[in-house]
C-alpha cells in the first residue's frame, strides 16, 4: 500500500469515529451497543477503558477487533500499544502526554495506523513529522466526557487542517445539533462519544451522524 492510499483510506475511516464508553451501558452490552453504531454507519471503533485491568482490556479487545472485522472497519485502541499488539488492532490513538508518535511506530511497524491528539498548529506539524497518520483536534465543543478538554476554535481547527498534508478528526461534544458548525472548518470527520452511545437509540443516532458527516465533509 502506497503512502496515499493508506492516507486516502485512514481518510475515509475518519467519517464517523466512534469512541466507546462503557459508562452508558444500560439494557444492551458493550459489545452489543458497538455493534449497534456499525450498523449505523460508524465507520472506526476506538476502543477506551481507562479502568478495566490488562488482561481485562487485551479479552475485550479481541472480542471488539472480531466484530470490526466482520464490519470491515479499523479498530484503534486508545493509549495502550501493547494492547493493539496483542490483538492486532489497526492501530493506536495517543496523546500529547503518552508515547510519541516515532517511538509508537516503531513499536507497531509501517501498516498499523497511528492517531495523535492535537489542539496547537506546532503539536500537529510535530504530529506529522514524527509519523502519524492523522489528527484528533479538539474539543471543538463543550465537552463532559473528559475532564480536562478545553474548547479550542473554529479558527484553530481550520488552521490545524490547513498546515497538515494528514487527514483531521474533530472531538469533544460533537453532536446531532452542532455538528453543521463544522462545514468548511476542512475535517476529515467527527470522533463521537455521548452523542452515539448515550442515546436510546444507537444505531438511528449513528445512521443520523454519519449523513451529516458526508454534509461537513462535502
Known amino acids: 500500500?502506497?503512502?496515499?492510499?493508506?492516507?486516502?483510506?485512514?481518510?475515509?475511516?475518519?467519517?464517523?469515529?466512534?469512541?466507546?464508553d462503557r459508562a452508558w451501558v444500560g439494557d444492551k452490552t458493550f459489545e452489543e451497543q458497538i455493534e449497534d453504531?456499525?450498523?449505523?454507519?460508524?465507520?472506526?471503533?476506538?476502543?477506551r477503558e481507562k479502568s478495566l485491568k490488562e488482561d481485562e482490556f487485551l479479552e475485550e479487545a479481541k472480542v471488539i477487533r472480531k466484530l470490526t472485522k466482520e464490519y470491515q472497519i479499523p479498530l484503534i485502541i486508545n493509549d495502550n500499544?501493547?494492547?493493539a499488539l496483542a490483538s492486532d488492532a489497526d492501530g493506536v490513538h495517543v496523546g500529547q502526554k503518552d508515547a510519541r508518535a516515532m517511538e509508537v511506530r516503531k513499536r507497531l511497524g509501517a501498516d498499523k495506523?497511528?492517531?495523535?491528539?492535537?489542539?496547537?498548529?506546532?503539536?500537529?506539524?510535530?504530529a506529522e513529522q514524527m509519523g502519524a497518520d492523522y489528527l484528533g483536534v479538539g474539543a471543538v465543543f463543550g465537552t463532559t466526557t473528559?475532564?480536562?478538554?478545553?474548547?479550542?476554535?473554529m479558527e484553530v481547527l481550520?488552521?490545524?487542517?490547513?498546515?497538515?498534508?494528514?487527514?483531521?478528526?474533530a472531538i469533544g461534544g460533537v453532536c446531532e445539533e452542532n455538528i453543521l458548525q463544522l462545514k468548511g472548518s476542512g475535517v476529515a470527520g467527527v470522533a463521537v462519544v455521548s452523542g452515539i452511545y448515550?442515546?436510546?437509540?444507537?444505531k438511528e443516532s449513528s445512521k443520523k451522524l454519519a449523513e451529516l458527516a458526508k454534509e461537513i465533509t462535502k
Open 1 to 20: 500500500m502506497t503512502i496515499e492510499e493508506k492516507r486516502e483510506k485512514v481518510k475515509q475511516a475518519l467519517l464517523l469515529y466512534g469512541v466507546t
Open 37 to 47: 453504531s456499525l450498523k449505523g454507519g460508524v465507520t472506526c471503533i476506538q476502543l
Open 81 to 83: 500499544v501493547e494492547i
Open 113 to 126: 495506523i497511528i492517531g495523535v491528539s492535537a489542539r496547537t498548529v506546532e503539536q500537529a506539524k510535530e
Open 146 to 153: 473528559k475532564g480536562d478538554a478545553n474548547k479550542i476554535s
Open 158 to 169: 481550520k488552521e490545524i487542517c490547513e498546515s497538515v498534508s494528514i487527514p483531521v478528526v
Open 198 to 202: 448515550a442515546k436510546p437509540n444507537i
